[in-house]
């Protein structure tokens, strides 16, 4: 068996003194994983690294197997924000979720996404909006979305402020008003209507929002490891877009 | 051809563990093995004997992480030094690359690793505590952040900054950029974009 796709790298692992076992996200089937010979050699680490986005070549005689794996530098994301805390830890986190996407399942359009929201890592005032959309559309994908569209008690389209922290569905004001504390809060720039730009408070809120549901409803072996990276992705915005704004 | 069947025991043993070696496979160890079996008087006892040496006076160096057969270790014992300038590496491997291009003259931190969150490497797991204690001395005045050009790297230096803004230091970072000898058409893509992203003015 044998596919070229592109991907981002979602993890390297060494093997042995020269080889690598890289891990990515392709587009068009999902996360493999695959044997990357010479993988630990100078030219090669500068490729390595996660986040970056790469073409594939995987080969396998056999589907189930581990496979050898090609790769070939399409954009160093990692090399433009090395210098950028914020935008490391945003691709630390972003590529420590894609480790919940099943092997081998394609999500194209989060793959989309995903490349969209990298393309603006060098601009601290648009990515955290995006990187929050991508945190809802990685839920949707896995089946865990929210419905953001109306209210889950009065089906109204209007004046959607709250989302239960039960149903993942939106609550209108008037409906939320006498349970808010027990509710999440709804940035209104994840409602489709919404063109301004967000506020700090909205960002970190949609933050809230993304993170409680994907702590909830995201879990396996290295849970809680992957939220952790997150966790520092959400400090250092705090104090990052604090200071942009 | 299968050693087990021409060499005793302790000698199948020896090239069992050589092999464990970085950079010896099984021929080169065989090889290794031979020279030292051949050469027992000048070579196989005093190796032996050296390595029981270090090994029974190997000790982790309390102040910086560094491994030496001496507490504090050869490094940080050295009056020569500039003990206001501590410079901070992932691994001891590191600490010997700057040592060997002799550029600089300070104290050295080891953290033992990088922050890795998928690999359970948190910063319980690195040597970050003492690192801050030592920055707290009033004689220390900087602190060099030579990590590896990573994402992991980066990601622990930023942990590291965050971690010693309460305290009164300079803290830097190397550059990062075209090496020495570096022709741009065989270099790789990562290095040429971190180049270009982190380019400076030239100063007349």
């Not at chain 2, 075209?178 to 180049?195: H, K, N, Q, S």
């Amino acid at each position: 068996m044998r596919c070229s796709d592109e991907a981002i790298i979602i993890s390297v692992r060494s093997h042995g003194e020269a080889a690598a076992i890289v891990e990515v996200f392709t587009r068009n089937y999902g996360r493999i994983l695959g044997f990357f010979y010479g993988g630990q050699s100078r030219k090669q680490r500068a490729l390595l690294q996660i986040g970056n986005h790469v073409d594939i070549v995987w080969h396998a005689r056999l589907s189930q197997h581990l496979g050898r794996i090609q790769l070939e530098l399409r954009t160093s994301y990692a090399a433009r924000v090395i210098e950028d805390f914020s935008g490391l830890a945003m691709l630390a986190s972003m590529t420590a979720l894609m480790r919940f996407i099943p092997e081998r399942d394609p999500h194209i359009k989060l793959f989309d996404i995903s490349i969209f929201v990298l393309n603006f890592l060098n601009n601290l005032s648009v990515w955290p909006a995006l990187y929050v959309r991508w945190e809802l559309t990685l839920l949707d994908e896995l089946g865990y979305g929210l419905d953001l569209e109306s209210c889950a008690a009065t089906q109204a389209r209007e004046n959607l402020v709250y989302v239960s922290p039960r149903s993942g569905n939106a609550i209108s004001y008037e409906v939320g008003m006498p349970y808010k504390d027990k509710l999440l809060p709804l940035p209104q720039f994840l409602l489709g209507n919404h063109t301004s730009v967000p506020s700090v408070d909205e960002i970190l809120d949609g933050l809230k929002l993304t993170g409680f549901f994907l702590a909830a409803r995201l879990r396996n072996q290295q849970g809680c490891l992957v939220h952790d990276a997150r966790k520092r992705l959400v400090t250092l915005l705090q104090s990052s877009i604090v200071k942009v704004a | 051809m299968n050693t087990n069947n021409i060499n005793g025991p302790e000698i199948d043993r020896i090239i069992q563990l050589m092999t464990r070696l970085p950079g010896l496979g099984r021929r080169s160890a065989r090889k290794a093995t031979l020279e030292l079996i051949k050469r027992r008087s000048d070579l196989l006892i005093p190796l032996a004997n050296a390595m029981r040496v270090a090994a029974d006076r190997l000790i982790d160096c309390p102040k910086c992480g560094n491994i030496d057969t001496v507490s504090p270790c050869t490094i940080c014992a050295d009056k020569q030094r500039d003990s206001g300038l501590i410079i901070v590496v992932e691994e001891i491997a590191d600490l010997w690359a700057l040592e060997r291009a002799t550029a600089i003259k300070g104290l050295f931190h080891v953290l033992g690793g990088h922050l890795s969150p998928l690999d359970g490497i948190g910063p319980d797991q690195l040597n970050i505590t003492k690192l801050i204690e030592r920055a707290r001395d009033s004689v220390v005045k900087e602190i060099i952040l030579a990590l590896n050009l990573t994402v992991e790297g980066q990601s622990t230096a930023h942990y590291l900054v965050d971690s010693l803004k309460e305290v009164d230091v300079k803290i830097t970072q190397l550059a990062h950029g075209v090496p020495m000898g570096g022709e741009l058409d065989y270099m790789d893509e990562g290095t040429i974009a971190a180049a270009i992203q982190l380019r400076r003015e030239v100063l007349l």
